[in-house]
C-alpha cells in the first residue's frame, strides 16, 4: 500500500509499501510467486515494523528495503551470485523452518546424529542425484544456511560494520557526526547496496566518488565524506580477520583542492568594527561572536560550553574546553584552556551576567544536540551585515595570523587554538601555564579604546 505523504492541489507525493499502525509505520509488501520458494516460512508478504514514527525516515527505510528486495529477486531470477541481506534473512528462516540454529552442527556431532530433513532439502536444492550436496550448485540462500549451520562466521553487512564501529571507536562522537557518516552510508547503498563488507570492490567506491561528485559538493567535501566510512571498513576487515584490501582507501578524487576557496582572515580594521557592533546589539548572538573572535575557538567549541566552563572570577579569567556529551572534541589537542581577553573577555562576562547554570547558549541546544549549522547560518549572516564575503571561521584563520605577526611561538599559537603540533616533544609536560598564554593573548586582544563601546 501507499500513504501520501503531500498533498498540494494536484500534486501527490506517496511513498509505498508502507503503512501506519498504532502510531509507527510498517513495511508490507507483496512477495512474487516466483521467487516465494525462497521464503521459507512466510505465505505471501513481507511484513515488518519500520520502528519510527516519522513518515519521512519510513519512506527512506522502506524504499532502501524495496530496492534491496528488487535487487535480490533479479538476481534470483537470472541466476546471479549476490548476498544481499535478503540472503542471510532468507537462509535464518530456513534454518528456523527445519528447527536448527547457525553453528549446531557440533552439537548434532557429539550425538552423533544428522539433520536429516535439512540435509535431504540441500541435496534435493542442488540436484544431487548422486547423493551428494554440491555446494557451488545451492541457491545462494541454501548455500547461506548450509554455512551458517555449519559454523561458518557470517561477514558482516555494512550496516553492521558501522554499528560495530561506532561502539568501538566512536561510542560518543556528536549527533552531527552520526548523521553525517549516515548520510554517506545512505549514499553507498543507493549504488551498491548493502553487502557483506568483502564484497565491495573498488568500481562500487569509484561509483560512491562519482556520485558525490555529480552532487555539486567541493573535492574536499567529497574526501572529508569518504574518511566517515573508510575507517569503518578498515575496522570491519580488522576485528573479523578478512584478508582484503580496503577499497575505500586512497581513492583518486580527480583536482582535489583545486576548487577550494580560501577562506581570508580579517583585517585589524574590520575586527574593530565587528566589536563595535556587537556592543551596540549586545545579544546572546554578538556575545558568541564576540568570543569567537578573541579566543579562536571553532564555532562548535564555543556553543557547546556550560556556564561552569567559564571562569570570570579566575585570577586570569579563562574558559575551559573540554569534551562533553553535547559535542566531543576534534582531537586530543583541542581539550585546553584559552584566556579571555578583549572582545571575547567581554561576552563572556555579559554571558554570565544573564546565564546562570547549564548551557552556555542554550537557544542553540535542542534534543540533546547542538544547532550547529543553524548557528552557523545565522552567525554568519550577522557578521555579512558588517563585513561581506567573510564567516565564523575567518576568526581561526584571522587569530593564527594575529599570534603570528606577534611573533608567538607555534608551538604556543597551536596550543592555544586546538592545534596538532608535529612531533614528540609536543607530548611530553603539561604545557604553557595560564600566564603565559594570557600575556601572548593581550597581545592580540581586541582593544575597546579602538572600538566605539562608549
Not at 514514527?53 to 533479479?74: F, G, Y
Not at 574536499?220 to 569503518?232: E, L, Q
Not at 580560501?262 to 568570543?291: G, N, Q, S, V
Request: some cysteine.
Amino acid at each position: 500500500m501507499a500513504i501520501s505523504l503531500l498533498d498540494h492541489g494536484a500534486f501527490v507525493l506517496e511513498a509505498k509499501y508502507i503503512e501506519l499502525r498504532r502510531g509507527t509505520y510498517y513495511f508490507r509488501r507483496r512477495i512474487p510467486l516466483d521467487v516465494r520458494r525462497h521464503y521459507p516460512g512466510k505465505k505471501d508478504v513481507e511484513f515488518f515494523s519500520l520502528k519510527t514514527k516519522d513518515p519521512q525516515i519510513a519512506a527512506k527505510k522502506a524504499h532502501q528495503k524495496a530496492l534491496e528486495q528488487d535487487a535480490l529477486w533479479e538476481a534470483w531470477r537470472t541466476g546471479q551470485d549476490v548476498q544481499p541481506k535478503d540472503v542471510r534473512r532468507a537462509a535464518l528462516a530456513i534454518l528456523d523452518a527445519f528447527e536448527i540454529r547457525p553453528n549446531q552442527y557440533k552439537d548434532f556431532q557429539a550425538e552423533d546424529i544428522e539433520p536429516d530433513r535439512f540435509l535431504d532439502e540441500l541435496r534435493h536444492q542442488s540436484g544431487g542425484v548422486d547423493g551428494q550436496i554440491h555446494k557451488d550448485q545451492l541457491p545462494p540462500e541454501y548455500r547461506e544456511a548450509a554455512e551458517l549451520f555449519y559454523g561458518k562466521a557470517p561477514v558482516p553487512y555494512f550496516s553492521e560494520a558501522v554499528d560495530l564501529y561506532v561502539k568501538m571507536k566512536a561510542p560518543n562522537e556528536s549527533p552531527k557526526n552520526k548523521k553525517d557518516r549516515q548520510r554517506v552510508v545512505d549514499e553507498l547503498f543507493s549504488v551498491a547496496g548493502d553487502l557483506p563488507v568483502d564484497q565491495y570492490s573498488r568500481k562500487h567506491a569509484n561509483d560512491l566518488v562519482a556520485r558525490l561528485m555529480a552532487s555539486g559538493i567541493k573535492t574536499t567535501s567529497v574526501k572529508r565524506k569518504i574518511n566517515f566510512i573508510a575507517p569503518v571498513m578498515s575496522n570491519a576487515l580488522r576485528e573479523h580477520e578478512i584478508n582484503k584490501v580496503n577499497v575505500f582507501s586512497g581513492l583518486n578524487i580527480t583536482g582535489l583542492g583545486e576548487d577550494k576557496q580560501e577562506r581570508k582572515p580579517f583585517t585589524t580594521r574590520e575586527l574593530d568594527r565587528l566589536a563595535t557592533f556587537y556592543h551596540r546589539k549586545d545579544d546572546d548572538l554578538r556575545w558568541c561572536i564576540a568570543m569567537l573572535q578573541d579566543t579562536g575557538a571553532r564555532l562548535s567549541e564555543i556553543l557547546g560550553l556550560q556556564v561552569n566552563d567559564i571562569c570570570i572570577l579566575a585570577d586570569i579569567p579563562h574558559i575551559n574546553i573540554q569534551p562533553n556529551e553535547l559535542r566531543p572534541l576534534k582531537n586530543k589537542q583541542s581539550q585546553r584552556t584559552v584566556p579571555l581577553v578583549g572582545v571575547a573577555l567581554w561576552g563572556a562576562q555579559r554571558l554570565i551576567d544573564t546565564t546562570k547554570v547549564g548551557w552556555a547558549f542554550p537557544r542553540y541546544v535542542a534534543n540533546d544536540a547542538l544547532k550547529s549549522t543553524h548557528a552557523s547560518n545565522t552567525i554568519n549572516k550577522s557578521i555579512r551585515t558588517e563585513v561581506p564575503d567573510k564567516s565564523a571561521h575567518s576568526f581561526r584563520h584571522a587569530f593564527r595570523d594575529r599570534l603570528r605577526n606577534a611573533e608567538c611561538p607555534k608551538d604556543l599559537t597551536d596550543a592555544l587554538g586546538g592545534w596538532s603540533s608535529p612531533g614528540v616533544g609536543s607530548t611530553y609536560g603539561e604545557g604553557y601555564s595560564l600566564k603565559v598564554k594570557a600575556k601572548w593573548m593581550n597581545r592580540i586582544a581586541t582593544s575597546p579604546e579602538n572600538c566605539d563601546f562608549n
